[in-house]
T-cell receptor, first 114, second 115 residues
Framework: AQKITQTQPGMFVQEKEAVTLDCTYD???????LFWYKQPSSGEMIFLIY??????QNATEGRYSLNFQKARKSANLVISASQLGDSAMYFC???????????FGKGTLLTVNP | DTAVSQTPKYLVTQMGNDKSIKCEQN?????MYWYKQDSKKFLKIMFS???????INETVPNRFSPKSPDKAHLNLHINSLELGDSAVYFC??????????????FGPGTRLTVT
């Protein structure tokens, strides 16, 4: 069984500062992928970043980076230089390579203050 | 160029009716999905098709029936709609092959309201 835990229902950050959104996961599969998605108030789901369980380096995509700590089973999303447009719901998700099922956490609502 | 599209975007209907939501992807992906997002924003997978074959069928009432006429389309038909079916339904697609990151790309969602 796969489980994703996001313990921060809401986070606030000042514009231009960095913010870390927490995500821990649980799986018995040795090979898996971790994902972050952004859902703005308009409702669409936007893929942000991916980390494979065997990747040696942390994934980065522009201002997004994934702080992957395999032993601790955590996959935190770091957003650098926050912008007002980063205000949205952020979902952590995972899937085992052995199946197609993407399991989501409950999400963190990020608010960027000017 | 819309990658994953869904129609309609909004659907308001009465209890007991039957309705369908259509999904199309032009990404050339071989796997498509239906997700339900409830009022608390929790996303849960319902179905998945790989090359027109059903591969995921979560615990979903059998009033929900997916249909995949080809690998670019996955439709969702719902019979005898109930109040609890009100939610946002997302279609998604991915390309499954060894070594890929198989990220899923989502459609814009269909907000279903049952009155």
């Amino acid at each position: 069984a796969q489980k994703i835990t996001q313990t921060q229902p809401g986070m606030f950050v000042q514009e231009k500062e960095a913010v870390t959104l927490d995500c821990t996961y649980d799986t018995s599969d040795p090979s898996y992928g971790l994902f972050w998605y952004k859902q703005p108030s308009s409702g669409e789901m936007i893929f942000l970043i991916y980390q494979g369980s065997y990747d040696q380096q942390n994934a980065t995509e522009g201002r997004y980076s994934l702080n992957f700590q395999k032993a601790r089973k955590s996959a935190n999303l770091v957003i650098s230089a926050s912008q007002l447009g980063d205000s949205a719901m952020y979902f952590c998700a995972m899937r085992a390579d052995s199946n197609y099922k993407l399991t989501f956490g409950k999400g963190t609502l990020l608010t960027v203050n000017p | 160029d819309t990658a994953v599209s869904q129609t309609p975007k909004y659907l308001v209907t009465q209890m007991g009716n039957d309705k369908s939501i259509k999904c199309e992807q032009n990404l050339g992906h071989d796997t498509m999905y239906w997700y339900k997002q409830d009022s608390k924003k929790f996303l849960k997978i319902m179905f998945s098709y790989n090359n027109k074959e059903l591969i995921i069928n979560e615990t979903v009432p059998n009033r929900f029936s997916p249909k995949s006429p080809d690998k670019a389309h996955l439709n969702l038909h719902i019979n005898s709609l109930e109040l609890g079916d009100s939610a946002v339904y997302f279609c998604a697609s991915s390309q499954e092959f060894s070594g890929s990151s198989y990220e899923q790309y989502f459609g814009p969602g269909t907000r279903l309201t049952v009155t």
